[in-house]
């Protein structure tokens, strides 16, 4: 199974730091009375597992009962999340506690429309459902639900809390984790526990966790074939490049957005001349914006690789001045 | 021998009635019929087999040719075949002994359907008098023989009936002809080839062999492109058409003229421009019309405006035909990836999915956050340890195809299976 499961702590107190939040939210617990809830913070600091285990230890045993995970990237519309709020609302919670919860992940990702419709179901259902709010920025939450929750602020982990954390995990998976492996772990994730637990079972795939495993994990992951396929253009071998082009979209399921953002980021690390760097960036832009107006991926990308061998030869035979 | 360029249709072609798959009942009364024409009972002096196409009509004839030692004298409907052509070829050879000695003969007059009253003067009372003169069995074939017109050719004849090969027979036929080539076929794959042809056993092995040749495995996934190919005709010449103009005129009518469908036209466009432009320049402004024709058309589709349609041709036609600075030359164009890979990657969509719906499921994120945060890590872990990956596997309940996504390939797809 994925050790981010397997580790994901099953009580408040296990919890990795966020001290205060889990404090405040253990004093709930323990009156058995919680409001809505708004935890906010970046990805992989607990906000879903502090959401999981609050309910564990609110139902106990039977806390899927009383649980309605919804996630608002999936679920079409905020119809959707009103017909199957509705359904669930309609029972009654088992045991003792007189409420249900449901749990509305990345909640930002709602329309300031549909987060309105989602206030009015909120209160529509107060009296039997407790909703809890997971998003990354709560400034994209509207004011009117913010004002309805009580917020939670995640801090991003330290890197000591994410070490111990990973430390452990290798000693319980008897996992040989070199000291270079962990700060390769420690610096791809930036401060996000999920991608540090994830990087480390891909690592071990290989057997030891050392630096060499861990940037080959993440060589996967990020691809570095990007630049790859930009520096084949230039050279004026587009077939390659279109090829390359290819086998991002395909294998790695990059999406066009994915893949011109990249080319972005990465066009200033070419070796050419700062000025041709600019260029190459306004030709990126325009081709960016006709994708986001609705063009065909492949045509357009093909068309901007064609223009990086064209200003390549340009650049050979005229070369600019390099500052 | 080496089977390079040998049709397989040709190489896997019976030689014995028992080789024939299907339509066992139309074959018997066929055969009955024919033995009793040879003894010189009286029993109607032709044969019409009648049925959809590649179901086995012509080579029945064949066979009974090799079977019976009798000589095959045939014609088919791309003959000229105005009644004085076929008095003339098979009124010889239905009336004289054979040169080469006694040997009975055969007539066969394949797709008389084929004959269009107005085209071939005189050619179907040819066939029916053909008939009453010849001395040996003749057998005619046709689609569909029920226009009225061909009534006095069907009271003469003993009409038997060929049905479609049936889905099983044809799967089992094609799976036998994998063994031979020794390819490792999917199941799927196979059904997928016999269900397109509607028991087409002939369309069927061409299907086949234009998958599968040179491979040593067969998925799904290599089978899928075939069911665009069926639209590509003609787009050869459309692009030749295309890029050889020397007027804009001339760029626009090579594509008014065919019958292609521009969306797919400017996939083969894209796929081909590289290999008609080789210098920077050419190629740069080829695909720069390309990708503002690819912009008129999201703008058409999106405002439902259509008129907008006509630039995207310009565009598409006379825009990158007009960038040409040499004389055209003739490449070899090339079938685009996009189409043979967007039908495979239809079906890789469809498992990548499922994979991450049910991460999104165990792991408690969403969708999309499965695929960007657990699928990179899951494919580094399938594609190198197997032990790991079985574990997980069991965890998500992966069938064979998500454990191949994720493996990459369906031999380590296996050895992952087997520690299931």
Redesign the interface.
Known sequence: ??W??KYRPKKLDDIVNQREVIERVKQFVKTKNIPHMLFAGP?GTGK?TTA?ALAYELYGSNWRQNVL?L????ERGIQTVRERVKDYARTLPMGDVPYKIIIL??ADNMTADAQQALRRTMELYTRTCRFILIANYSSKIIEPIQSRCAIFRFQPLSEDDIANRIKLIAEMESVELREDGLKAILYVAEGDL??AI??L??A???GVVDEKAVY??VG??SPVEIREMMELALS?N??KS?EKL?ELM?T??LSGVDIIRQMHREVFALKIPEEAKVKLADKIGE?NF?MI????E???L??LL??F??F??QLREAPLHSK | MSSMGLLWVNKYKPRKFSEIIGNRESITTFRSWLEKRLKGESVEKAALLWGPPGVGKTLTVEVAALEYNLELIQMNASDVRTGEHIKRILGMASQYASLFGTRGKIILVDEVDGISKAEDRGGLSAIISLIDVARFPVVLTANDPWDPAFRPLRDKCKMIRYNRIRLPTLVAFLKKICLMEGIKAEDSALRFIAKRVEGDVRSAINDLQAAAQGRRTLTLADVQWLAMRDRQFGVFDVLKGIFAAKTCRGAKAAFAQSLVDYEML?QWI?EN??LQYTS??E??S???A??RA??F???A??TQAWTLLSYTIDLMTAGVSMVKKDRYHFVKYQFP??LK?LSQ?KE?RAV?NTICRRI?E????????A?S?????????FE??VE??A??AR?LNLDEFMIAFLAGSFEKAKEITSRL
């Open positions: 199974m994925l981010t499961e990805p879903t999981l995970e996630n608002a990237s999936d992940d990345e999920r991608r994830n990087t079972q891909a071990a795939a290989l080959r994990v996967k992951a004026g587009f077939m279109r290819r395909i790695y399921g081709i006709r107006e609705g063009a065909d492949e045509i357009q093909s068309a064609a223009f061998a064209l390549g030869q | 400017i894209h421009l590289p920077p320049e190629l740069a080829a695909y720069d390309l990708s690819d912009i058309l999201g703008r589709k999106r990836q996009k890979i990657s890789v990548r999104a165990k792991c408690h994120v969403s969708r999309s956050m695929s945060e657990y699928l990179p890590y899951l494919k580094f872990i190198n340890n790991m990956a574990g997980i965890w």
